[in-house]
């Protein structure tokens, strides 16, 4: 479960929420009144301010798309023609 820490910045987590909807990732937000930076938490790690916060969502979103790509029922090739 993805924690999302609210910053001081609306518009940050604003954002932060829709990328997470957008990859259909479980979140929740925390609003504490001491948090001054905006913050998300991923298995245990911490991940301090939007560069951080871009940089992982990005992981997630390949490891999604990686994951999403062979849920069907369909075989793929690679460019060698290699059923992978």
Request: charged share 35%; with cysteine.
């Amino acid at each position: 479960m993805l924690i999302l820490y609210a910053g001081k910045e609306p518009h940050e987590t604003e954002w932060v929420q829709e990328m997470l909807e957008d990859l259909v990732l479980a979140y929740q937000v925390e609003h504490e009144s001491t948090v001054q930076e905006i913050r998300l938490e991923s298995n245990d790690k911490q991940y301090f301010g939007m560069e951080e916060i871009k940089a992982h969502i990005e992981e997630l979103a390949k490891l999604k798309d990686a994951w999403d790509r062979f849920q069907g029922d369909s075989c793929y090739c690679g460019d060698d023609g290699e059923i992978i």
